[in-house]
């Protein structure tokens, strides 16, 4: 079963391939649903998928915006000018499928989640348009998605979201950011309002504001909490389903790096219990973590309080970019101090404790106790390319082996 990533510029395409993805996803400036993930220009998208290449690696390229009817040639010939490189072309709009059948296209089609496909005759639909693949809604159930996998079997891919963030709306289709704020989710541009905080006014009390929150039998609206499914990768690849993907184009390198490490890792056959997966994966900033529908029903368990948290207290503060010779070079993100202990998080998914020199040795050679971004600091431990540090609570690195710095 692929294991399928996000990739918002081309920093994150390489450590998604890094840290095991089999395939990435991602976007260009014109035609994505993410407007604001940085996007590919067409050059970047044809070295991003010639990496890809190299490394055995897929590539799907995002067209899954809903497009004005001025805006099809446009689509279509990013679509040609990649159509010889990119491994899939994601759709949602029938116009958009019908136009690059149309058009000659030989790349493969993929039906994003943006088509709410719920069902397999839906599905056998899709695939007598000639597309590839489905990305089956999130409002599925396990057990639904096993019907659906019994009736397509050989006829057509299905693709199951993982992991990441959860629109509270039918699998995107929402026009809440276009009502208050003018940016139009089915555009790309979504600002999330979904994610504020409200209260409720009562028509004949003018002026009393009241709160909503959530407790256990609270009121529940609107923004849902993190998915994460790891649970249940085994039993969805038994199904047959062909793929599983991770949300999250608009996520920093650090998300990349521990989230696809940790889907890897259970791909490959670790096991871990659900108290220190979560852990793991509490390390990035979220809203919580849901089964969602898969479990075959909502409850207000799976919604979120909004604010973003981290069972670990971890902080991206820096990334190695080059290594050899017994040295390291990191690049700073957030400020790091001398002589401070730092987690690290290397592509093969094994954490461990590094501890900063007293003081610092910048790559110009000049000594330092503290760094901020975009400084380059030197470390005295040959650490693998694209390997992370973080700042984390240090009751999480109990029992956690030092690196020699």
Request: contains cysteine; aromatic residues 10%.
């Amino acid at each position: 079963m692929e294991l399928l990533a996000p990739a918002g510029n081309i920093e994150k395409l390489r450590y998604a391939i890094a840290y095991g993805a089999d395939s990435v996803y991602f976007g260009c400036e014109f035609g994505s649903l993410r407007s604001f993930a940085g996007n590919f220009t067409l050059d970047e998208a044809r070295e991003g998928l010639t990496y890809l290449h190299e490394k055995d690696k897929k590539g799907y390229v995002t067209l899954n915006i809903y497009p004005f009817s001025d805006e099809y040639e446009k689509l279509i010939r990013l679509a040609k000018e990649l159509d010889a490189a990119a491994d899939g072309f994601i759709v949602a709009d029938m116009g958009v499928l019908s136009a690059i059948k149309e058009a000659g296209i030989k790349t493969d089609i993929h039906i994003s989640t943006q088509a709410n496909t719920t069902s397999w005759q839906a599905c056998l639909a899709y695939s007598r348009l000639r597309a590839k693949r489905v990305n089956l809604a999130r409002e599925l159930s396990f057990e639904q998605i096993k019907e659906i996998q019994r009736e397509t079997a050989g006829k057509i891919e299905t693709e199951v979201f993982i992991h990441g963030s959860v629109c509270f709306s039918y699998s995107g289709r929402c026009a809440m950011s276009d009502y208050m704020t003018g940016f139009r989710a089915n555009r790309g541009e979504c600002k999330h309002p979904c994610r504020w905080k409200y209260a409720v006014v009562e028509e004949k009390r003018e002026g009393e504001y009241m709160p909503v929150f959530e407790d256990e039998r609270g009121l529940y609206l609107f923004n849902s909490k993190d998915l994460a499914l790891f649970e249940y990768v085994k039993r969805l690849r038994e199904a047959g389903v062909s793929s599983i993907k991770i949300e999250g184009r608009m996520k920093s390198i650090h998300y990349i790096a521990a989230v696809v490490s940790f889907y890897r890792q259970v791909l490959d056959g670790v096991e871990f219990s659900r108290e220190r997966a979560l852990d793991l994966l509490g390390r990035v900033p979220n809203r919580g973590y849901s089964e969602g529908f898969m479990k075959g029903s909502i409850t207000p368990d799976d919604y979120s309080v909004g604010k973003s948290i981290s069972r670990a207290s971890s902080r991206f503060v820096g990334n190695v970019i080059d290594s050899g010779k017994g040295k390291s070079k990191l690049m700073v993100r957030n400020k790091i101090i001398a002589g401070e202990r730092l987690e690290v998080l290397r592509p093969d998914g094994k954490i461990s404790q590094i501890a900063l020199p007293e003081p610092m040795v910048r790559d110009d050679g000049k000594r330092i106790e503290f760094a901020n971004n975009p400084q380059i600091i030197v470390l005295d431990a040959e650490l693998p390319e694209f390997t992370i540090l973080c700042r984390v609570d240090r009751n999480i690195n109990k029992g956690q082996k030092d690196e020699k710095v």
